[in-house]
């Protein structure tokens, strides 16, 4: 599977922003979709995942009830829709994508198969 994350960007704090995740390969409904982010100096952080049917979503406390990750099978995509921005929201945003497997954990980066370059958001005060 082979990941492209577009859709940064420059937003005020309170602004919006809609990141998308385009796939291309077989067996995209076989994987696990996450995004994580980094800001400078900071390590790698998990910040949204969503399993293979849609069904079930998870969220980083910091960005719960206010990120909103989906996916779409049919076209190859993973969204995350990014409300009520913060300046601490600041960071390369990655999609990644994570076979199905048994004791798969989706909040740990070290679990996920491929990773696309990331994007850049950055959240103005």
């Known amino acids: 599977v082979q990941l492209q994350a577009f859709g940064g960007g420059l937003v005020q704090a309170g602004g919006s922003l809609r990141l998308s995740c385009a796939a291309s390969g077989r067996a995209f409904g076989s994987y696990a979709m996450g995004w994580f982010r980094q800001a400078p100096g900071k390590e790698r952080e998990f910040v949204a995942a969503i399993k293979w049917a849609g069904v079930s979503q998870y969220y980083a406390d910091s960005v719960k009830d206010r990120f909103t990750i989906s996916r779409d099978n049919g076209k190859l995509m993973v969204y995350l829709q990014m409300n009520s921005l913060k300046p601490e929201d600041t960071a390369v945003y990655y999609c990644?994508?994570?076979?199905?497997?048994?004791?798969?954990?989706?909040?740990?980066?070290?679990?996920?198969?491929?990773w696309g370059p990331g994007t850049q958001v950055t959240v103005s005060s």
């Open positions: 990644a994508a994570a076979l199905v497997r048994i004791g798969l954990s989706l909040f740990s980066s070290d679990e996920y198969d491929h």
